[in-house]
């Protein structure tokens, strides 16, 4: 039997421009960058801006101003997702045609009530106008995987998330479809994001089935909330990533993630604190938990 070796390591951050970079975000980036670099790995940078209503003009030019000032180097060019809507088309059509999906016209109201979990009352509907949401139909199945941080995460399809939305009714592309295609597409092997995204895990695994693509190992580091319970996000006012506190705050990612600088490194730059976390980053030492309380990090 021939065992075919594994595949080089390909991690990839992808913030969405919603807003700025906080330390929510740099606790994302710095755990993808250290297991990709520690492996011997690329790391990609893609703009996730499939919103743009939401974009905050101007935060992409300094998304990757932060980057730069934290000491982050990322390899290839940066992709964005708003260049990738052909791909995304062609895949919904495909679905369509196979009747793997189907198109929806139920409004807001009409959902209130079933907690987010789709009934299923657009089933049977088939293609309709523009005006409709595309919903992807799920199996009576149960979707499985084991992250390498929060361990074995299991989830019904049917009863727990029910047929999901890939195109909104206004024409935009859903976050599911985008990242299983991109994440495919630049031939990804490991994903490292927030604790938010691992009950979205199974139903992209689902995705990867049905479109044939590779699953890549996952990692879903905690996500850190604030005194009120809130995480730290780009719509909750959590404050952007300030340039002349780098090396304080990636000294603290570090310590968050379980890694232990050294005191020497104290008045260290961000490139050394990153040259020395990519030699002794262990994801064992990541705490096993899916948030952590900003008031008790150091």
């Known amino acids: 039997m021939i065992v075919s070796p594994p595949a080089p390591y390909v991690g990839r951050f992808a913030p969405t421009p919603s807003g700025y970079l906080h330390f929510g975000s ?31 003009p101007g935060a992409q030019a300094v998304i990757l101003k932060t980057l ?31 009747g793997l999906a189907y198109a929806c016209t139920c409004s807001r109201k009409r959902l209130e009530g079933f907690s987010g979990i789709y009934p299923g009352f657009c089933r049977e509907a088939g293609r309709a106008s523009c005006d409709a949401a595309i919903r992807l139909r799920v199996p009576e199945c149960e ?3 084991v992250d390498r941080v929060q361990g074995t995460f299991a989830q019904q399809l049917t ?29 990804v092997t490991d ?28 990692l879903h580091v905690p996500l850190i909330v604030q005194p009120d319970g809130h995480k730290l996000s780009k719509s909750y006012r959590s404050p952007p990533l300030p340039a002349e506190r780098a090396s304080p705050l990636l ?10 600088p050294p ?5 260290a730059r961000p490139r050394e604190l990153l040259d020395w976390g990519i030699v002794h980053w ?16 150091g």
């Open 26 to 56: 740099l606790i994302a980036a710095l755990a993808s960058y250290l297991d990709a670099r520690h492996a011997g790995g690329r790391w990609l940078l893609r703009m996730e801006d499939l919103d743009p209503p939401r974009e905050v």
């Open 68 to 98: 730069e000032d934290y000491g982050f180097e990322w390899d290839g060019e940066v992709v964005r997702q708003s260049e990738r809507l052909a791909a995304y088309s062609e895949t919904v059509e495909h679905l369509l045609e196979r």
């Open 143 to 145: 979707y499985a995987f």
């Open 159 to 187: 009863r727990e998330v029910g047929d999901f939305v890939i195109r909104r009714r206004d024409g935009l592309y859903a976050y599911q479809l985008a990242v299983v295609l991109d994440d495919a597409w630049q031939g």
């Open 191 to 218: 994903v490292v994001r927030g604790a938010d995204l691992l009950d979205s895990t199974p139903r992209q695994l689902y995705l990867q089935e049905l479109l044939g693509l590779s699953r890549p190992r996952y």
């Open 251 to 260: 000294q603290r990612a570090l310590r968050t993630l379980g890694q232990c």
């Open 263 to 267: 005191a020497g490194l104290e008045r």
């Open 282 to 297: 262990d994801a064992e030492r990541i705490p096993r938990r899916k948030t952590l309380a900003e008031a008790t990090l």
